[in-house]
């Protein structure tokens, strides 16, 4: 089952204009993307991926669904006229 969506809480942050897409299923350690578009978003996503990378922290997504989430990679595309941060993680159930 796959779970898109907008808005993802990671521990006590809040980040409601960020997208999400989660494949499988919470018995199967599935894992997915979080995604930020915009300049101040994406930069807010890649400064979150590099003070969290490798560490396991409990993530809401707006659909009501919790998750253990560790980020495993981060890529940014920055253009002259837009940015976009799409970070890779690996997720189980907490």
């Given at each position: 089952?796959?779970?898109?969506?907008?808005?993802?809480?990671?521990?006590?942050?809040?980040?409601?204009?960020?997208?999400?897409?989660?494949?499988?299923?919470?018995?199967?350690?599935?894992?997915?993307v979080?995604?930020?578009?915009?300049?101040?978003?994406?930069?807010?996503?890649?400064?979150?991926?590099?003070?969290?990378?490798?560490?396991?922290?409990?993530?809401?997504?707006?659909?009501?669904?919790?998750?253990?989430?560790?980020?495993?990679?981060?890529?940014v595309?920055?253009?002259g006229?837009?940015?976009?941060?799409?970070?890779?993680?690996?997720?189980?159930?907490?």
């Amino acid at each position: 089952m796959e779970r898109r969506g907008r808005g993802v809480t990671l521990g006590k942050s809040l980040f409601p204009e960020w997208r999400y897409s989660i494949a499988g299923d919470v018995s199967t350690v599935p894992g997915g993307v979080i995604v930020a578009e915009g300049w101040e978003s994406s930069h807010a996503l890649a400064r979150w991926f590099e003070a969290n990378k490798g560490k396991t922290v409990p993530c809401r997504f707006s659909d009501g669904t919790v998750l253990a989430v560790c980020a495993r990679g981060v890529s940014v595309h920055e253009s002259g006229h837009w940015s976009e941060a799409v970070m890779e993680v690996e997720t189980r159930a907490s």
